[in-house]
């Protein structure tokens, strides 16, 4: 559910106009720390949104690397009590 959230974007469904967050946007902006700031605060902010009734977002990291970005996030599955990682790399 974590992955639908970041890789849709805004707009693309026709039930829920907002759901999904601004990653595939941002692939166009130049690959910097500025942009993986925003990316990681974009990202926290879409998890808490969709799925903060089901998880706890400990921490994103969002890093630039040449022509892609690599997220991280650490979240607890509220129902089970359990710390979870999520690796995922996008290219530019």
Do not use: H, Y
């Not at 910097?32 to 974009?42: K, N, T």
Request: aromatic share 6%; charged share 25%.
């Amino acid at each position: 559910m974590i992955k639908q959230v970041l890789l849709t974007s805004p707009g693309e469904r026709v039930n829920r106009p907002e759901f999904g967050c601004e990653i595939r946007r941002m692939l166009f902006s130049p690959n910097s720390e500025v942009a993986a700031s925003l990316a990681q605060v974009s990202i926290f902010q879409a998890l808490e949104k969709w799925l903060g009734t089901i998880i706890s977002v400990d921490n994103v990291k969002v890093q630039p690397v040449e022509e892609r970005i690599d997220i991280r996030v650490v979240f607890v599955i509220k129902a089970l009590q359990e710390r979870r990682f999520l690796n995922l790399e996008v290219s530019m």
